[in-house]
C-alpha cells in the first residue's frame, strides 16, 4: 500500500471525488502525487524516529527542507512542547521555515496550550494529530472532541483549525465540522484497506 503509485492513485481518486487535498508522508509520496495531481493541495511530513527525542513528524530543519522540496503546499510538523532531535528548537524551525522558505505550517498538537503556542509561533493551520499519541495523552483516544471547541474559541480567527485522527465516518467528520474544525483529514478509514479486510476476516472468523 506504500508504493509510490498506489499512494498516488488513491491520492487522484481522492481528489476526483471531492477531496480539497491531500496528506501525504515522506518526500517520495509527496514526489509521486505531485507529478500525478499537478494542482493538488499537499500537505506535506516526513516521518523519522530518533534515538534522543519522541517527536518524529517532521521533527528537524532537514525534514522540512525535503519535504518543502519535495512539492508540499504546506509543511506539517509536531508542534507539542517535547524535546526535538539534537536539542533543535520549535521557535527557531517554524522563523526559518517562514523566512526561508515562505512556507505555510501546519502544527501536529495534542493540547490546547500547544495549539495556541504554534499559532502565536507562526503556524497558520493547527491540527489535532497529536492527541492521544504523546505521553500526556496517553489515556485518551481519538477523536479530539473535546479539544476542537476549545481551540476554536483560543486561537486566531484566521488559524485553520484541523480535526485529524480517529475520524471514521462521514457523520464523525461532520461533527467535527459542527466541533469548530474547518477542515477534516480521514486517514486509515479511507486509505487502510489492508486493515479494512483483516477486520472483515477477523468478524467472519468468529
Not at 513528524?57 to 525535503?66: N, R, V
Not at 523566512?99 to 504554534?118: Q, T
Request: proline share 6%.
Amino acid at each position: 500500500m506504500r508504493h509510490n503509485d498506489v499512494i498516488a492513485a488513491m491520492a487522484e481518486a481522492s481528489l476526483n471525488n471531492g477531496a480539497v487535498g491531500v496528506r501525504l508522508e515522506s518526500p517520495e509520496h509527496i514526489g509521486a502525487v505531485r507529478r500525478r495531481c499537478p494542482g493538488a493541495l499537499i500537505i506535506g511530513l516526513w516521518k523519522r524516529t530518533f534515538a534522543d527525542s519522541p517527536v518524529y513528524i517532521t521533527p528537524g530543519w532537514a525534514e522540512i527542507q525535503a519535504v518543502w522540496a519535495a512539492g508540499a503546499d504546506v509543511i506539517a510538523l509536531d508542534a507539542t512542547d517535547r524535546p526535538r532531535p539534537a536539542g533543535q528548537d520549535l521557535a527557531a524551525l517554524i522563523r526559518r521555515a517562514r523566512e526561508e522558505l515562505h512556507a505555510p505550517l501546519m502544527a501536529d498538537v495534542d493540547s490546547v496550550a500547544n495549539g495556541v503556542r504554534a499559532a502565536q509561533l507562526g503556524c497558520q493551520w493547527v491540527g489535532t494529530t497529536l492527541f492521544g499519541y504523546t505521553e500526556a495523552t496517553a489515556d485518551l483516544r481519538p477523536p479530539a472532541w473535546g479539544l476542537l471547541p476549545q481551540l476554536r474559541q483560543q486561537l486566531p480567527p484566521e488559524t485553520l483549525l484541523i480535526c485529524e485522527g480517529g475520524i471514521a465516518s462521514p457523520q464523525q467528520a461532520r461533527q467535527a465540522l459542527e466541533g469548530g474544525a474547518d477542515a477534516v483529514v480521514v486517514g486509515t478509514a479511507i486509505t487502510g484497506v489492508d486493515l479494512q479486510v483483516a477486520a472483515y476476516r477477523r468478524q467472519l472468523s468468529t
